[in-house]
């Protein structure tokens, strides 16, 4: 099974780059993120008519996140309140369309993120990504206690979470997406029992996810990798690649950010 994360920076701009792309690819399930368009104005048609299921949790302009696969989902839906109830917390979170997962047999809970960018160190939106991050931790563990242990999450997870995932770690604790306190709030999570696919193949820097569009960065390969699939135990044991598809990239006006594709043997899971 080959599962795969992309931001693709606006799905309505990016749509025939997504569709070319997807199908090129065998991917079982891609999951989208920073899509920017309302649920009614989401472009479905052109999936569906390829076969594809598509569910999708999205607002104007900003954020929204989305499933396309290629079988029907089990128990998909949006946000933190399905799991952790509604309060105050959870709503104030669940504004904002970040979070979309569902079951794809053999029993595998896709977890689908797209993670508070944080916008400057010690801003408001900073503490607003670090609540977000604490609140994903207990809804994580919420998912492992009450289902099985098969769960993937993957998504823009806007962290690098070691120097060698950026091209130049100097002064890193004074940039947003680098900083101590954000590496934290990610590590709480994997410490869950939760790791990291791309590393289980490739241990050396110089592999990137997103670049900016400035200073020629992708030309130059000044990247960050901040795109991410984390595995479950079992799953982990069982990726059998974890590779980053530059070639997106390098279209006519892309996303910054390039699609990350892990194969898992599912084989009598």
């Not at 090129?24 to 368009?37: I, Y």
């Not at 770690?169 to 990291?196: F, N, V």
Request: charged share 25%.
């Amino acid at each position: 099974m080959r599962i795969a994360t992309w931001n693709v920076n606006s799905i309505r701009t990016r749509l025939d780059q997504v569709l070319d792309w997807l199908y090129g690819q065998s991917v079982d399930v891609l999951c989208l993120q920073e899509t920017k368009v309302v649920d009614a104005d989401f472009p479905q048609t052109p999936f569906t008519q390829e076969g594809y299921q598509v569910y999708f949790s999205g607002q104007k302009a900003y954020n929204g996140v989305a499933l396309i696969s290629k079988i029907a989902l089990k128990e998909v839906f949006s946000g933190f309140a399905p799991i952790l109830g509604i309060n105050e917390s959870v709503q104030k979170f669940d504004q904002q369309k970040r979070m979309i997962t569902g079951i794809i047999s053999p029993g595998i809970r896709i977890l689908n993120l797209y993670v508070p960018n944080g916008s400057a160190v010690g801003s408001e939106k900073y503490h607003y990504k670090l609540e977000w991050l604490a609140l994903l931790q207990d809804f994580v563990q919420r998912l492992l206690d009450q289902e099985s242990s098969h769960l993937l999450i993957c998504g823009d997870f806007n962290i690098a979470l070691e120097d060698r995932d950026l091209h130049d770690p100097t002064d890193r604790e004074t940039r947003i997406m680098a900083t101590d306190l954000e590496r934290q709030a990610l590590q709480k999570i994997l410490d869950l029992g939760i790791q990291d696919a791309f590393r289980k193949f490739t241990s050396e820097g110089g592999h990137f996810s997103w670049w900016d569009y400035r200073a020629a960065a992708f030309r130059r390969n000044l990247g960050w990798r901040i795109d991410h699939h984390y595995l479950s135990t079992e799953l982990y044991d069982r990726a059998i690649a974890c590779t980053i598809d530059r070639m997106p990239r390098q279209l006519p006006q892309p996303s910054d950010h390039a699609p990350v594709i892990v194969e898992l043997d599912t084989d009598n899971l």
